[in-house]
Antibody
Framework: QVQLVQSGAEVKKPGASVKVSCKAS????????ISWVRQAPGQGLEWMGW????????NYAQKLQGRVTMTTDTSTSTAYMELRSLRSDDTAVYYC????????????????????WGQGTLVTVSS | EIVLTQSPGTLSLSPGERATLSCRAS???????LAWYQQKPGQAPRLLIY???SRATGIPDRFSGSGSGTDFTLTISRLEPEDFAVYYC????????FGPGTKVDIK
């Protein structure tokens, strides 16, 4: 079955970086993109960005531009999300999700709906 | 940027009742690029509906989506005990956004 398995919880100090992994199985990894979504404690869902597993094209949320980098390793069917210059308000559960019909056209990239999702990775930023 | 508003914030119903959840967009959502997700405590969200009205694989037919433009609805025809959860709408495109969610709890 299609499955996304994420790396374990992290505790980081303000100003540090974190890199979360998301290993895909049960489908052809390069046929779909991966979106990343985070959820602060007790809050709603925030889309962070999308990466094409086919060619590495990315589309980041404007508020995270310059602090986030998404990459993939097609040899291991794994996606990565790195967030730098961490602040306390980056404390959240971070999810990866398969993006069913994301694509790029004319210099712009578009995300679609997400299914399935990884189990989530709690990142705590605290001094 | 499209802003999504969901109402009500909380819906208190009994098993067997019908639930009607609303998602309103600040501007028209192109090509019905709208999805619905269910999230239970401590779990990742689960896709229910995409393209405003298409049920995802394995989703029971008591869940249905409708709407276009700026007004969308998720309907649960008869609530089962496992349906009590938080529901989010999401518009997709170049800058996807989620609504704030509607909590469906047991009356």
């Amino acid at each position: 079955q299609v499955q996304l398995v994420q790396s374990g919880a992290e505790v980081k100090k303000p100003g540090a970086s974190v890199k979360v992994s998301c290993k895909a199985s049960g489908y052809t990894f390069t046929s779909y993109g991966i979106s990343w979504v985070r959820q602060a404690p007790g809050q709603g869902l925030e889309w962070m960005g999308w990466i094409s597993a086919y060619n590495g094209n990315t589309n980041y949320a404007q508020k995270l531009q310059g602090r986030v980098t998404m990459t993939t390793d097609t040899s291991t069917s794994t996606a990565y999300m790195e967030l730098r210059s961490l602040r306390s308000d980056d404390t959240a559960v971070y999810y990866c999700a398969r993006d069913l019909e994301g694509y790029c056209s004319g210099g712009s990239c578009y995300s679609s709906w997400f299914d399935p999702w990884g189990q989530g990775t709690l990142v705590t930023v605290s001094s | 940027e499209i802003v999504l508003t969901q109402s009500p914030g909380t819906l208190s119903l009994s098993p067997g009742e019908r639930a009607t959840l609303s998602c309103r967009a600040s501007q028209s959502v192109s090509s019905s690029y709208l999805a619905w997700y269910q999230q239970k405590p401590g779990q990742a969200p689960r896709l229910l509906i995409y393209g405003a009205s298409s049920r995802a694989t394995g989703i029971p037919d008591r869940f249905s989506g409708s709407g276009s433009g700026t007004d969308f609805t998720l309907t649960i025809s008869r609530l089962e005990p496992e349906d009590f959860a938080v529901y989010y709408c999401q518009q997709y495109g170049s800058s996807p956004h989620f609504g704030p969610g509607t909590k469906v709890d047991i009356k």
